[in-house]
Each structure stands twice: as C-alpha cells, then as structure tokens.
C-alpha cells in the first residue's frame, strides 16, 4: 500500500500567515504599527517596556499584547504603569506566539484609540523567528550579559528583525562583552539592521530607545 506523508507544519504555517495577514489589514486600517519583541530569557524586554509605559505613555497610547509560557507575571508588571487593558496570552509551553492569539488579543484592543502595539513575545532566540504575527517590525533585544556571537548562532532572528537593541549597557565594565564584536557579527548577518543601545538603569540610557518609539507611533493627540 502507498504510503501518504502530511507535512503538518507547512499546513500549520500557512494557516498562520493567513491570520497574520488579517492582523496586518486590521492594524493598517488602524493606522497602528505593531512592534513585536523577541529575545533570549532575561534580556530585559518587560523592563524595557515599564519604563517605556512610564515615559511615554502620558503622550502616546500604547497597547501591549504579551507572552508567556505559563504565567502572567509580565503582564500584571506593566498593567501597573498603564490604565489601559494588557492583554497576556499564556501558550501554556508554546515557545512562541502566533497569529491566532494576535489576532483573538485584537478584539480587546481599541485601535482608534491605539498610537502603537507592543507585542512582548515568549523569550526564545528560535522558534519566534519563524512566526509572522502581522507587525510591522520584530524588533530583537540583545543582553551584553549574552556572548557576542549570538547573532551567528541564531541568524534568522536577526535577519529578520528591523532593529537591534542592546540593553543593559549599564554593566558593561563588568562583563566580558566586546560591544564592536557583537556589532560586527549582527551586521555579518544583516547589514540593514538598525542599532540601539541602551540600558533601562543608567539615566538617559533609554534616550535612543524613546526617539525610536515616538518616531513609529502615529502622531496624533489623545482625545
């Protein structure tokens, strides 16, 4: 008898490219960019955000959409600096987010009322790569308490993010991190990615960070 083989996940894929395709319609409809968040564990892409809601949020309306895999820590950390509803999605061991969660957190969101959507994806250098959420830009943090060679390791993160955040810059005289090394092997994979370094402690240590913010929101007044 002949045998039959079902590729499941170019089924699975292709389904969620769809579904980001909605996403994508909807937040263009919107006027709202989306920026989705990715990194390894503990890079620091929630603090990031507190900080982000603390500065900004008075003079720009930020949504959030974050993931985790079993807990909503990181949401009920940034429901404390904003009066707007965050949307956690718990994948329950999934190591990433999809389109289907993005699109389901959407229903919640005003997007009239919407400058930009951050989207803190699962901490996870791999499988985050491959999944189109419908943003506009991943944008990939980068820990100088990581090896400089990540970008080589897992290129397909960095070739397919927009922007590249170093963070926690603060400690650097205390590791050994070579900044221009790190430089160099993420521009080795991706000559285009814009760069920005920053650390969330240090005073005037997010400044890039918060231009790049207010340059990607629409510039509108809240009513």
């Known amino acids: 008898m002949a045998v039959r083989t079902i590729d499941v996940r170019e ?9 980001a395709a909605q996403v994508r319609a909807r937040l263009a409809a919107a006027g709202v960019p989306a920026l989705n968040l990715v990194s ?10 507190e900080r982000t809601l603390q500065a900004l949020g008075a003079e720009r309306r930020l949504a959030v ?9 990181d949401a009920d950390r940034l429901a404390r600096h904003t009066d707007r509803l965050v949307q956690a999605v718990v994948t329950h ?10 699109l389901s957190a959407l229903e919640s969101i005003d997007l009239e009322a919407t400058d930009l959507l951050f989207i803190e994806n699962v901490g996870n250098l791999v499988c985050p790569a491959n999944w189109d959420l419908g943003e506009s830009a991943k944008v990939v943090l980068f820990s100088v308490t990581e090896g400089e060679d990540k970008p080589v390791k897992y290129p397909t993160m960095f070739q397919r993010a927009g922007v ?5 810059l603060d400690l650097l005289p205390y590791v050994p ?13 991706n000559p285009a990615l814009r ?14 960070w918060y231009g790049f913010v207010r340059a990607q929101a629409r510039a509108r007044a809240p009513a």
């Open 164 to 168: 590249l955040v170093f963070t926690k």
């Open 40 to 49: 390894s564990p503990g890079a620091g892409k929630t603090l990031l955000l």
């Open 65 to 73: 959409i974050t993931g985790d895999v079993q807990t909503q820590n």
């Open 177 to 189: 991190f070579q900044l221009d090394r790190a430089v160099a092997f993420a521009r080795q994979v």
């Open 93 to 102: 061991g999934a190591c990433h987010l999809d389109a289907c969660q993005i």
């Open 195 to 208: 760069i920005l370094s920053t650390s969330s402690l240090a005073r005037g240590g997010l400044d890039p």
């Open 11 to 19: 089924r699975v894929m292709a389904r969620n490219d769809e579904l």
